[in-house]
């Protein structure tokens, strides 16, 4: 309900979603930016991401056109991952 609410009251020509991802496959963060994607009219210039390289998520930000991708350090573990890219 949350997430609808702040769909409905964005911009979306001002708005730049940024996926986070070490291995692009976390459950919320996938649905998400599923959710999104379609909500900006599938606009890959509204979309970065911060993923690990060779991962799931890197490779729909590429097929999808994103504006960006940084990608993490893959030797940084999930927990410290906030001393990486993923901190930005």
């Known amino acids: 309900m ?4 702040l769909a409905d009251e964005l911009d979306f020509d001002r708005t730049l979603f940024v ?3 070490k291995s692009g496959t976390t ?5 998400h930016l599923d959710f999104f994607w ?3 009219a599938k606009r890959g210039a509204q979309f970065a ?3 690990d390289p060779g991962s799931q ?3 729909v ?6 504006r960006a991708v940084f990608s993490g350090e893959p030797t940084i573990g999930g927990r410290y991952s906030a001393l990486s890219a ?3």
């Open 2 to 5: 949350a997430i609808r609410r």
């Open 19 to 21: 996926a986070a991802s």
């Open 27 to 31: 459950l919320e963060t996938r649905s």
């Open 38 to 40: 379609e909500r900006a």
């Open 49 to 51: 991401a911060i993923t």
């Open 57 to 59: 998520l890197e490779q």
């Open 61 to 66: 930000a590429r097929e999808r056109g994103f």
């Open 86 to 88: 993923f901190a930005w």
